[in-house]
T-cell receptor, first 114, second 114 residues
Framework: AQSVSQHNHHVILSEAASLELGCNYS??????LFWYVQYPGQHLQLLLK??????LVKGIKGFEAEFIKSKFSFNLRKPSVQWSDTAEYFC????????????FGKGTTLSVSS | DSGVTQTPKHLITATGQRVTLRCSPR?????VYWYQQSLDQGLQFLIQ???????AKGNILERFSAQQFPDLHSELNLSSLELGDSALYFC?????????????FGPGTRLTVL
């Protein structure tokens, strides 16, 4: 079955530590890739997206993600996290041939201690 | 604030009942998407409407139905409710109807079925 996997359910880091959250998908077709973030008590917001071109994409708040087609991966990174990055992070995939729906991973909760 | 509004914020009801969730998209957005978020299934796409017409269907149960009205607001109707329908229901909107458009999410409606 088609799916999006986020390997880490809960990540705990200290401020200034580097972050990498894994995301793998199992679709063979052409995909659009997204990372969304949900801060406590807030709605889902788009962090970054990849459609085509440079596989390293930069988003808001210093986040970036790298698309590795051969590994079906789209990992999220940030070199130095802040306490305010505490949130839940969702990877999402849109399979272009299959329509417009976003298929979400189950999310990773990031807790950053100051 | 994403510009997408959802009402009500919370809904508590009993098994067997029927409820209606409402979503108003951002000004100018023609597409509305409905998602269900539960602890075991994560965020799952239910259905999409584009300018009043159903565009895509996901894992939506037959007991659930939706529509988009001429003013572009949308309603999700859930009937013969079961305990397992307890979840957070998100609405999202986008300008266009394809997978390249960023989806903007509302704050969600938390449904509790007792």
């Amino acid at each position: 079955a088609q799916s999006v996997s986020q390997h880490n359910h809960h990540v705990i880091l200290s401020e200034a530590a580097s972050l990498e959250l894994g995301c793998n998908y199992s679709y063979g077709g052409t995909v659009n890739l997204f990372w969304y973030v949900q801060y406590p008590g807030q709605h889902l917001q788009l962090l970054l997206k990849y459609f085509s071109g440079d596989p390293l994409v930069k988003g808001i708040k210093g986040f970036e993600a790298e698309f590795i087609k051969s590994k079906f991966s789209f990992n999220l990174r940030k070199p130095s996290v802040q306490w305010s990055d505490t949130a839940e992070y969702f990877c999402a995939v849109n399979v272009r041939q299959a329509g417009t729906a976003l298929i979400f991973g189950k999310g990773t909760t990031l807790s950053v201690s100051s | 604030d994403s510009g997408v509004t959802q009402t009500p914020k919370h809904l508590i009801t009993a098994t067997g009942q029927r409820v209606t969730l409402r979503c108003s998209p951002r000004s100018g957005d023609l597409s509305v998407y409905w998602y269900q978020q539960s602890l075991d299934q994560g965020l799952q796409f239910l259905i999409q409407y584009y300018n009043g017409e159903e565009r895509a269907k996901g894992n939506i149960l037959e007991r659930f139905s939706a529509q988009q009205f001429p003013d572009l607001h949308s309603e999700l109707n859930l009937s013969s409710l079961e305990l397992g329908d307890s979840a957070l229901y998100f609405c999202a909107s986008s300008v266009g109807g394809n997978g390249y458009n960023e989806q903007f999410f509302g704050p969600g409606t938390r449904l509790t079925v007792l």
